[in-house]
């Protein structure tokens, strides 16, 4: 079993940061996430995760919303931790091949390899209005680049061999430049020389990691990504994404093992149910409706004034084919609110905590035994925690959920691998100048 | 007096990592990295340095070429440091401003302002292949972009005001809408809306470096820059220089002492004349003219075959204005060859130790002599240290060239301020939101 810790300030709970012991300035502090990243490495996570978007995501007024890059940020809490992996959020839509590839293997050499890459495509036409845009480029088109994007980063992580560097002093030679080649990449979207101008990193490739659910991002997903994270608010939800996405895999021509499905879940811990309970109704509280029904519109793409708190969604919503932005978050919103048969309000509250992913408040040892029953029931590999409190919910979790599932010999004791993707028992890349 | 240290691995000179005493793999050391800017900074340094371009820039076998992207290793340098100053070189041609604004934003935030930006164009066709493009845009190209993107990129530092966060728990507000606001930059080059979705940061702007020294560049420099990096061989052309840009600035409208003046000298220390004149000639004679003879070829925009490594450089090669590269550097090669009748052979070994920066062989009293002498005559407010062998250069001249200059009451002996700016003794840019 798996473990993701990801990142989010005072909690992934909107709310989180209104509490009495939150440091509402903990999205700006190294120290704040040091001392997750170090919680998070000493109960023997995977690796931790940082979301990106580069916009504003809210209004500033609803929580901390300003947000460290995640490439610098995790370079430095690379120095900070020893083997935990370090998984990036950053755009092939609003990014540079040749630059992104840069950082990631910089990323992995820095860290002895333990870096990742979320790859996301940016929903949201303010995102592309920071990049010259008028609008955010279709979906299809945002994977279409998404896809030779990957081709040509796996090309350039590839554009050194293995043995390149030699570093023969008496020689004078440092690398043999026949190990060292151009890629001459030549598509509709890029044009791209190469080499990278970096010897091949530790693990050769960051882990790459995604987390569309869309039909889209499910085929990209099945080619390219090595981990998946994702929402799922049902056992039966899960199991069904989670054999969905094994079987295209293996129809991509892949080892259905080196897809990685890890769900979220938004743990609310307290020593008894009541605690739980208590503590996620304190943060229900605490949300201020006038964000969460301005945002709630925007997904939705209608006009906040046809919602009313106190009553369920309208009938007449667009499909998912208008949706443009993040279709598979449109559809589980809609979906949920309709089944449950959830007033605007109440479905605010829901999203304010997870925001659409897994919530489960309770005790210690009724966490650790939903986690199994997931596990154990095809849902999934590992798990993507989202505490709704942070630093809080993390070490309550490090200190009595884990416990329980090492007991269990669930999950490990202590790293085997000093990589991430030996973590995740994900082979590395092999050598391309090998294969010829 | 201020210094900058020029992070390269084992050092400036081309031929210092096949010493017997030089790692060969410090280029992606981690651990080298911060050694040195550990020495530096127990020296009181203002600041450490990191150069760049987007591309593989030299025969791989030359020299260690592999280059950890810039933000991304002074985030982890920021955590193992507490005061020096973190300066990355980045390119304005081959960045997006939104990514790169906040990508220094977040290295201000997390090193509590510390961050530096060594603002560049990038010449070579090479790198712009890397990007799309068949060749490099036009020199003037180049520098339009790069005036367009700071005023892009210096709206984006200033769309928070300083006082935009309250985070006040009670009233459910974090950061108050008002005082938060988007750019709306419309230009030839960039359309952004913003507004960053980052607090403004410790130190508002990162210090702004700059290091053409072509007409554009100084121009440029006389608007943007607060600190200039530069390559000068002599005194008097540094106080040319230093006159130079001084004037400029201040025909900007801008206070000349906001303009921090840092010719590049490559130290090369010996505890006697003879161990220092005997450590630079054993790395001249570690050259290997292959490479040397290629890039010199390149920079000259000529065939290698017409250059003989025992005669003068030809006579027929193009003038300034056919260079669309580093403008600056062809000149000054060229006139530097032919004011000292160089051979090409010649020619390659002074390049090859200080690549046209003034290299001193000298005793460390030589080499104080020699920095005070630049100092009180007009030709510099600082230097960037080069030394040709690292780490040993400088552990030489922080612990043999700094005292003498701290006896001297040139060179501080305790930083006084937190910040690179304060220890430049710039101004922190005032909050716009302020001048309304």
């Given at each position: 079993?798996?473990?993701?810790?990801?990142?989010?300030?005072?909690?992934?709970?909107?709310?989180?940061?209104?509490?009495?012991?939150?440091?509402?300035?903990?999205?700006?502090?190294?120290?704040?996430?040091?001392h997750?990243a170090?919680?998070?490495?000493?109960?023997?996570?995977?690796?931790v995760?940082?979301?990106?978007?580069?916009?504003?995501?809210?209004?500033?007024?609803?929580?901390?919303?300003?947000?460290l890059?995640?490439?610098?940020?995790?370079?430095?809490?690379?120095?900070?931790?020893?083997?935990?992996?370090?998984?990036?959020?950053?755009?092939?839509?609003?990014?540079?091949?040749?630059?992104?590839?840069?950082?990631?293997?910089?990323?992995?050499?820095?860290?002895?390899?333990?870096?990742?890459?979320?790859?996301?495509?940016?929903a949201?036409?303010?995102a592309?209005?920071n990049?010259?845009?008028?609008?955010?480029?279709l979906?299809?088109?945002?994977?279409?680049?998404?896809d030779?994007?990957?081709?040509?980063?796996?090309?350039?992580?590839?554009?050194?061999a293995?043995?390149?560097?030699?570093?023969?002093?008496?020689?004078?030679?440092?690398?043999?430049?026949?190990?060292?080649?151009?890629?001459?990449?030549?598509?509709?979207w890029?044009?791209?020389?190469?080499p990278?101008?970096?010897?091949?990193?530790?693990?050769?490739?960051?882990?790459?990691?995604?987390a569309?659910?869309?039909?889209d991002?499910?085929?990209?997903?099945?080619?390219w990504?090595?981990?998946?994270?994702?929402?799922?608010?049902?056992?039966?939800?899960?199991?069904?994404?989670?054999?969905?996405i094994?079987?295209?895999?293996?129809?991509?021509?892949?080892?259905?093992?080196?897809?990685?499905?890890?769900?979220?879940?938004?743990?609310?811990?307290?020593?008894?149910e009541?605690?739980?309970?208590?503590?996620?109704?304190?943060?229900?509280?605490?949300?201020?409706?006038?964000?969460?029904?301005?945002?709630l519109?925007?997904?939705?793409?209608?006009?906040?004034?046809v919602?009313?708190?106190?009553?369920?969604?309208?009938?007449?919503?667009?499909?998912?084919?208008?949706?443009?932005?993040?279709?598979?978050?449109?559809?589980?919103?809609?979906?949920w609110?309709?089944?449950?048969?959830?007033?605007?309000?109440?479905?605010i509250?829901?999203?304010?905590?997870?925001?659409?992913?897994r919530?489960?408040?309770?005790?210690?040892?009724?966490?650790?035994d939903?986690?199994?029953?997931?596990?154990?029931?095809?849902?999934?590999?590992?798990?993507?925690?989202?505490?709704?409190?942070?630093?809080?919910?993390?070490?309550?979790?490090?200190?009595?959920?884990v416990?329980?599932?090492?007991?269990?010999?669930?999950?490990?004791?202590?790293?085997?691998?000093?990589?991430?993707?030996?973590?995740?028992?994900?082979?590395?890349?092999?050598d391309?100048?090998?294969?010829?």
């Open positions: 079993m798996h473990f993701n810790l990801f990142l989010h300030d005072t909690g992934h709970h909107e709310a989180s940061w209104r509490l009495p012991g939150s440091d509402p300035y903990a999205n700006l502090s190294l120290e704040a996430h040091q997750l170090r919680v998070a490495e000493d109960a023997k996570f995977d690796s995760f940082l979301a990106d978007s580069p916009v504003l995501w809210s209004d500033p007024g609803r929580r901390p919303s300003g947000k890059e995640p490439t610098v940020l995790l370079a430095a809490l690379a120095v900070t931790t020893r083997r935990i992996g370090l998984i990036a959020t950053a755009s092939t839509s609003y990014n540079e091949p040749y630059n992104l590839a840069r950082r990631f293997a910089s990323l992995d050499h820095l860290s002895g390899g333990r870096a990742g890459w979320n790859i996301v495509t940016t949201g036409d303010a592309a209005r990049f010259g845009l008028d609008d955010q480029p979906h299809r088109s945002r994977y279409e680049r998404a030779e994007f990957l081709q040509v980063a796996t090309k350039l992580w590839d554009s050194w293995d043995d390149a560097v030699v570093a023969d002093k008496a020689a004078g030679v440092h690398a043999r430049h026949d190990r060292v080649r151009g890629i001459e990449h030549r598509g509709p890029f044009r791209v020389d190469g990278l101008n970096l010897p091949r990193s530790p693990q050769a490739h960051p882990l790459l990691v995604q569309g659910s869309s039909e991002g499910k085929e990209f997903a099945a080619r990504a090595e981990a998946v994270f994702t929402a799922q608010p049902t056992l039966a939800e899960s199991q069904a994404f989670y054999a969905d094994k079987r295209r895999a293996v129809a991509a021509g892949r080892d259905p093992d080196h897809v990685v499905v890890l769900p979220g879940i938004v743990p609310v811990i307290g020593d008894t009541r605690e739980a309970r208590e503590l996620d109704a304190e943060l229900d509280r605490l949300i201020a409706p006038r964000y969460a029904l301005a945002q519109a925007q997904t939705l793409r209608v006009d906040p004034a919602l009313d708190l106190d009553a369920p969604l309208p009938a007449d919503l667009p499909g998912e084919d208008e949706i443009e932005g993040a279709k598979s978050r449109y559809t589980l919103i809609v979906d609110a309709r089944r449950d048969n959830l007033t605007v309000r109440q479905l509250g829901k999203l304010g905590g997870g925001r659409g992913h919530t489960f408040a309770g005790t210690p040892l009724q966490i650790a939903t986690i199994q029953h997931y596990f154990d029931n095809g849902a999934a590999d590992g798990f993507n925690i989202m505490p709704a409190v942070l630093p809080s919910g993390i070490e309550a979790f490090a200190a009595k959920v416990p329980l599932l090492q007991e269990r010999g669930l999950f490990r004791t202590e790293y085997d691998g000093t990589t991430l993707r030996e973590h995740y028992g994900l082979p590395r890349p092999a391309r100048f090998a294969l010829v």
